[in-house]
């Protein structure tokens, strides 16, 4: 039998704390996306509202196909920041008509919809995922246009949304814009590069310069309506195909839009009256991982709670145990699964973790990493023994791996074992985190605790006393920051993954990104893999 057997034990004190600790962290987060719900707080939305026009959410939920999911994207995008948590704009993939789109809306209840830096970085990752995953796109537009006090931010690296517009059409990738309001200056070009483009009667005003503008340029004085406005682009310009009465007559027409795209998916779904659930409840993820990061835990106990009848046939089960590989289903798509055991990547990790890539990339499976490393292992005997070369080769593999891989972060994910276990730089398809996760170039203590060997070697060397008092503030000082710096609201408000999830959470967002990615053909690499240092 090959279904896994899970020996967690939900009536010890470890795992009440484990959850109680969980739940605590999901109750922080919970907070800070109502923050992205909110957008620009209660008075900006009632004027909205007194203006007859629906929030984001409410038009992405009138587009979507009834009782079908939605699956947001980087919604603590800007956490931290100057700007409001969301970037004034919400992404996410949804099924419209049957199909899977990637859905972007701009929020005009936060400064009009205007852009920020933070609404390019998380409207750019939109378009990456579009592109990649071969995802119909469409965006809801009602902007302002750049932020202008940020525009030095903005306005150069802003040329890519317009280039990742013509880029879908020219994969045969559809794009379908639907104007509510303003969508001007550098905006315009939104809809103008689109392949298909909705406007409101009376509310969409698309054009390159507003009237304060073209005053300013021209001396000509012009109304809003006659520049820019849904009648005159239907009628005259015809940059509008559709001419809507009213907002749900626009989300109407989008959808028969896409319903007539005649579109096929790469791969066609399993059959969901065939694909089993997990034997264990997803209730019990929440204590799974420990409260302390530096105490290890069975990746397996994840593993039997999301993968398809919990059924899951181990890669070299003996060999390099610090990292579990092997084969499974998750909501019947298959999945090459990498999941770190015991935090450490030694030689025998890295070597068995290449050859898992490679098998992988024969068979056109894609490949789920599961990340609870501390990096590779150091120490005269591992370097001797070539971890160097045998972790240089496992990260060779993830890079000219060419099936879609999926990320998720449950515990710790330092060093160079982030990269090697496909971290935000290495290109997943999508990148997700628990409450639990954090990342950085290593653990607070341990990054406190080289500085300070580093300056207590330096005083040494000169001749000087070491001040050990000085030294205890600095490493607090380190240890708070790099703290605060690894924890995923912070990493995540950087767009550093897709969103922080919540552990029950983890098969539902799995399927939706696999069904997606799906969309576009999975092929593996063979051979292609550069130099393997042996």
Known sequence: ????????????????????????????????????????????????????????????????????????????????????????????????????????????TV???????????????????????????????????????????????????????????????????????????????IPGMSDHVIMVRERAKVFLGGPPLVRMATGEEAAEEDLGGADMHARTSGLADHYAVDEPDALRQARRVVARLNWRKAHADPD?????????????????????????????????????????????????????????????????VLANARGVLFSEESQKATQFIQLANQRDIPLLFLHNTTGYMVGTEYEQGGIIKHGAMMINAVSNSKVPHLSVLLGASYGAGHYGMCGRAYDPRFLFAWPSAKSAVMGPQQLAGVLSIVMRESAAARGK??????????????????????????????????????????????????????????EGARGGFGVFRM
């Open 1 to 108: 039998m090959t279904v896994l057997r899970s020996v967690l034990d939900v009536a010890s004190p470890e795992y009440a704390r484990a959850r109680e600790s969980m739940l605590g962290k999901l109750t922080e987060l919970e907070a800070e996306q109502a923050k992205a719900v909110e957008g620009g707080g209660a008075k900006y939305v009632q004027r909205h509202r007194e203006r007859g026009k629906l929030l984001a959410r409410e038009r992405i939920e009138l587009l979507l196909d009834p009782d079908t999911p939605f699956l947001e994207l980087s919604p603590l995008a800007a956490w931290g920041s100057d700007y409001q948590v969301g970037a004034s704009l919400v992404a996410g993939i949804g099924v419209v008509s049957g199909v899977e789109c990637l859905i972007t809306a701009n929020d005009p």
């Open 465 to 522: 006393p070491f001040d050990e008092e000085a030294d205890a503030g600095l490493r607090a000082m380190v240890e708070q920051q790099i703290e605060s710096e690894s924890l995923p609201m912070f990493l995540s408000g950087r767009l550093y993954d897709d969103g922080v999830i919540d552990p029950r959470d983890t098969r539902t967002v799995l399927g939706l990104c696999l069904s997606a990615l799906h969309s576009a053909p999975v």
């Open 111 to 189: 400064r009009g919809g205007a852009s920020n830096p933070w609404t390019l970085r998380k409207a750019l990752r939109a378009n990456e995922i579009a592109y990649a995953n071969r995802l119909p796109s469409i965006s809801l537009v009602e902007s302002g246009g750049a932020d202008l006090p940020s525009q030095k931010e903005i306005f150069i690296p802003g040329g890519a949304l317009f280039k990742d517009i013509t880029r879908l059409s020219e994969a045969g990738i559809p794009t379908v814009a639907v104007v509510f309001g303003n969508s001007t200056a550098g905006g315009a070009y």
């Open 272 to 336: 969901p009256e065939a694909v089993l659930p997990p034997r264990y409840d997803a209730e019990e993820l929440l204590g799974v991982v420990p409260e302390e990061l530096k105490v290890p835990f069975d990746p397996r106990e994840v593993i039997a709670r999301i993968v398809d009848d919990s059924d899951f046939d181990e890669f070299k089960p003996l060999y390099g145990a610090s990292l579990v590989t092997g084969w499974a289903r998750l909501h019947g798509y298959p999945v090459g």
